[in-house]
């Protein structure tokens, strides 16, 4: 991996979410982000993200450190946890407020579910738009009673940004089409933030120079684009990776029982020669690096 820009030091991070213990997809995934930083003489972060109450579990957090050390892979400085980072990102959401970007909405998965025809997006089924339509009046007094998320009005961002792009490692220049995402969520009922709010304020905070993570978030990254734009944020170097997948070529993941490192340190498995073999993009056995 390369870095085709000059300029800055490089700064790489490792971003896991505290709901399940690391697995072989993780590893790759944290290996080449360090390795990349490394190379370059730069930092690799750890950044811990547990905005998600409901599934975050400390033990999870305790078992990420634990595997990371392990395998050798160290970071710099103390790991940042978003769950310590929430006014960052209610900062974020006012300025997106105080734009008139933003809207309050009410429904339930269900209610979303049940509208007609909804179109998909990447992201599975598009915001049918019922809360950006209500009643001013309405609107307010909702607020008052109910739980609300925050949705991005995804045409009026698009319309204030014009064209941008960014670079992908493997995909060069790519165009953000942020559109077909529909009017995304920036704030959840449960949480102050979603995922892609704060990921987008914590790699710019964090001066992350290169995102490096997998494949599967390829998609994610034009919204990304498109808050840093809105935020005036910089906008980092990206390098989706190739996901780790099994001799059937299905990719590795959690729910369909992919070897957790805790399970393989306790089968006996060593971790500098299993680390040798990511590096090398050879898997244990039975699993092998595919392209997803
Ligand atoms: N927290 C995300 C995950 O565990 C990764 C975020 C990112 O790398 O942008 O899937």
Redesign the pocket.
Known sequence: MTISQAGGAIVTRF???PTGRLHLGHAFSALVSHDLARTHGGNFLLRI?DIDAGRSREAFVDGIIEDLRWLGIGWDGEPVRQSSRLDAYRGALGALGAAGLIYPCFCTRADIAAAAAAPHGPEGAVYPGTCRRLDPADRAQRMQDEPHAWRLAMDAAVARVGAITWHDAAAGVVRAAPARFGDVVLARKDAPAS?HLA?TVDDAWQRVSD?V?GAD?FE?THIHRLLQALLGLPTPRYHHHALLADAEGRRLAKRDGAPTIAALREAGVEPQPLVADLRAGRMPVGLSVARV
């Open positions: 971003a896991p979410s993200e995922y990921v995102v993570r978030l994610a």
